[in-house]
């Protein structure tokens, strides 16, 4: 049975990319090799080229969890401490959602990533963007919302370009190009991602993400800021 089920696992023809998916109670962390060196993460938006064969390489940071993109390939586990391996493949440009489907804990329901494809060059173009570090602010509110974010968000989160170094969650250096935050729990808009710092625990109980309590100067000038991380 192993033996047959490796053999239906195979790639179709080698892979030239190979994207490392760690994932976390209740989140996905994407980890990109580009040809240059540069290595940089993403968080539960996985993009690929279309019409190539992607190696994901899974593992978990806590608990059992199980990556699913029911569109483009079957269930895969990812265990702490263990890699095992996937192959996906969209022969055209689409958006795909994907399910954590081991039940892992009280939010197992909202830990949803999208898979991304799109045609080569553009896939260039993305990759080329988010290797880059984040734009400096340009005016004062998003001054100041940097620096209400080192202040509050840079103890947990990385910012590249910037002080931010924290490894608790999510990469936010190209925050405001995703389509959705919370791993598939908001649409990612300016007000969404101030719901969701203030009230983190109301929309997604439990997690490791507490409500930030900012004054309405400090909200609108962390708003404008994040809004820069294109």
Request: charged share 15%; with cysteine; glycine share 6%.
């Amino acid at each position: 049975m192993l033996r047959v089920l490796a053999a239906v696992a195979d790639p179709p023809r080698a892979s030239t990319l190979t994207v490392h998916v760690t994932a976390y109670d209740w989140w996905w962390k994407a980890t990109y090799s580009t040809p240059s060196g540069a290595i940089f993460a993403t968080a539960n938006e996985i993009h690929i080229p279309t019409g190539e064969p992607v190696q994901i390489e899974l593992e978990s940071a806590d608990v059992i969890h199980a990556f699913w993109v029911p569109a483009l390939a079957g269930k895969t586990q990812a265990i702490p401490g263990q890699i095992n391996r996937q192959w996906i493949q969209a022969d055209q440009p689409g958006v795909w959602r994907g399910q954590c489907t081991q039940f892992c804990g009280p939010q197992h329901a909202h830990m949803a990533l999208e898979v991304v494809a799109e045609p080569p060059d553009a896939f260039a173009r993305w990759t080329g963007n988010q290797a880059r570090p984040a734009t400096l602010p340009g005016n004062a509110a998003a001054q100041h919302g940097e620096q209400v974010f080192m202040a509050h968000c840079a103890a947990c989160h990385t910012v590249r370009g910037t002080e931010a170094t924290g490894a608790q969650g999510p990469d936010l250096t190209h925050l405001a190009s995703r389509r959705l935050i919370a791993a598939g729990t908001l649409a990612n808009t300016s007000a969404n991602r101030l719901d969701w710092i203030a009230h983190a625990q109301r929309i997604k109980p439990v997690s490791l993400m507490p409500g930030i309590v900012l004054t309405p100067a400090e909200a609108r000038d962390l708003a404008a800021w994040l809004d820069t991380l294109q």
